[in-house]
């Protein structure tokens, strides 16, 4: 016990060591509010320990020069005529009211050794992140509302960001909620989906729904819509055409083959004797008996039920800006029906369980070439879903 508790103090003053060490190398480093949070860590758990102690003037010292690092940048911030200023100087307010709120449930912190209380210079900065925020908003809104007058696609996705931003830092101001929705309309691709069955074989209209009804796919391409019915008050960007350009479906097949399965099992004993025709005895004086093996053999007719469909399409994206098709994927699907029935003649014992499984006792109704089309065009539907979180929307 004894020594479990050395060794439990150890590992406390190493890590606490390392901790220190860190502390020291973060404010050396520069990264104040990195030394700041390490010291704030270990304060929570115990600001009146004596192993946390050291942390004390570690966190005066990396505060005092965090504030005047800020200070310095936020004097440079309101000297710079350029507005994208305004967000360094919003932040920065921001940062040093985060950092007081960080030290301020820990005090009073006391120096045991130096008899006296940590210092701490705290500020009242709500007005000025009220004001710098104001400032701010005002100017990304202006922006952003000069912007979109004449943003292309992409442009309008920065704004876009940009009003995410505001919205963020100052919830429905001015008109941020009706310019959001304008930027995101900008900044979408609309996409028109066609299905063109050029098979020559009729489509099962339940897979023609499946196909075209894209809030299915789970397709995760941002600033993206599919839409399978066109709506007349939008540019669409590309046209997206799936065109089935064959349906295979193989005529039902029974395959049958016979097969024999042979074993040997235990079925008894039998004893050994010696030269007398005497049952021959152990060093126990027990009979000696031996397993006796016999063959057992089973035959088994097996049919196979197999029926296979085969789908081929093309999915090809048109850039209605150019009438040119950008990209063009083949794909195909295959489906296979299996199923197997038959029957054991002769001793069942002969086959292993997992072979016993396979044999059912009757056949089974094939499914319709409709429902043979529809499993196929399941399978389909994924490989196309792949393709379309792959395509590039320029």
């Known amino acids: 016990m004894k020594q479990l ?203 023609e729904e499946e196909l075209l009804k894209f809030s299915t796919y789970g397709i995760n391409v941002p600033w993206t819509q599919f839409h399978n019915k066109k709506i007349y008050s939008l540019v669409y960007d590309y046209d997206l055409d799936i065109i089935i350009d064959g349906i295979f479906i193989s005529p039902e097949q029974v395959a049958q083959k016979e097969l024999i399965k042979e074993k040997q099992i235990k079925d008894g004993f039998i004893y050994e004797y010696d030269s007398n025709n005497n049952v021959k005895k152990d060093s126990l004086g027990n009979d000696i008996k031996t397993d006796k093996l016999v063959t057992i053999k089973a035959n088994v007719i097996q049919n196979t039920q197999l029926k296979e469909a085969n789908i081929s399409a093309v999915v090809q994206l048109t850039d209605n800006r150019t009438l040119q098709i950008g990209d063009r994927f083949p794909v195909s699907s295959n489906y296979v029906f299996s199923y197997i029935y038959g029957a054991v003649y002769g001793d069942k014992r002969a086959l292993d369980d997992s072979y016993l499984e396979t044999i059912n006792p009757q056949a089974v109704i094939f499914p319709s070439n409709e429902q043979m089309i529809y499993d196929t065009g399941e399978d389909l539907k994924t490989k196309i879903k792949q393709i379309l979180n792959n395509l590039n929307y320029q």
């Open 5 to 207: 508790s050395i060794a439990l103090f150890a590992f406390i003053l190493f890590t606490s060591c390392g901790s220190i060490k860190k502390t020291e190398t973060a404010i050396n480093q520069g990264s104040y509010d990195q030394a700041i949070n390490i010291s704030v860590e270990q304060l929570v758990d115990g600001k009146n320990s004596k192993r946390n102690q050291e942390y004390i003037p570690l966190l005066e010292q990396a505060y005092k020069k965090a504030v005047a690092q800020d200070q310095v940048a936020l004097k440079r911030g309101q000297l710079d005529p350029n507005p994208a200023a305004l967000e360094s100087i919003y932040e920065c307010y921001l940062r040093m009211e985060k950092r007081q709120n960080k030290i301020r449930p820990l005090l009073p912190l006391k120096l045991q050794k130096e008899n006296r209380e940590a210092s701490f210079t705290f500020q009242d900065y709500n007005a000025k992140i009220i004001d710098s925020r104001t400032t701010l908003s005002d100017y990304l809104l202006s922006t952003s509302t000069a912007m979109l007058a004449t943003a292309n696609t992409l442009e309008s996705r920065n704004v876009y960001d940009d009003l995410k931003y505001l919205d963020k830092i100052n919830p429905n101001f001015k008109d941020t909620r009706v310019l959001l929705q304008k930027a995101l309309e900008k900044g979408t691709h609309y996409i028109l989906v066609d299905l063109d069955n050029q098979s020559e074989k009729v489509l099962p209209k339940r897979l």
